[in-house]
């Protein structure tokens, strides 16, 4: 399935940004981190929030965005080991459809 730059370029940059001021995420977000499983559990369980993106961040990391019909959205930072981070979540995410090339 193919993922449009913007949504790479966005989930990116919202990693970028935490990662590289991180007294300014810190006192703005208490990260919530668990396990892969039961993170994904609750999102789907609680706020019906399936898989939207998925991104590689180096070889230990990947990044996944899930998205629910009703516009709520999280950002989620995982490791191999299983752990996950909570990093970013709103409201008012639209998907936008890969345009044919030219």
Not at 30 to 49: M, N, Y
Not at 57 to 70: G, H, K, N, P, R
Not at 72 to 86: A, H, K, P, Q
């Amino acid at each position: 399935m193919k993922r449009t730059m913007l949504t790479r370029l966005m989930a990116t940059a919202l990693v970028a940004t935490s990662i590289l001021y991180p007294r300014v995420a810190a006192s703005q977000v208490t990260l919530a981190c668990a396990q892969h499983v039961d993170i994904v559990a609750f999102l789907g369980d609680h706020l019906s929030e399936k898989l939207s993106a998925v991104g590689k961040l180096d070889q230990s990391t990947i990044v996944e965005i899930y998205a629910a019909e009703s516009g709520n959205w999280t950002l989620l930072v995982s490791d191999v080991s299983g752990r996950s981070c909570i990093i970013l979540s709103g409201d008012s995410w639209e998907s936008i459809p890969v345009l044919p090339k030219a």
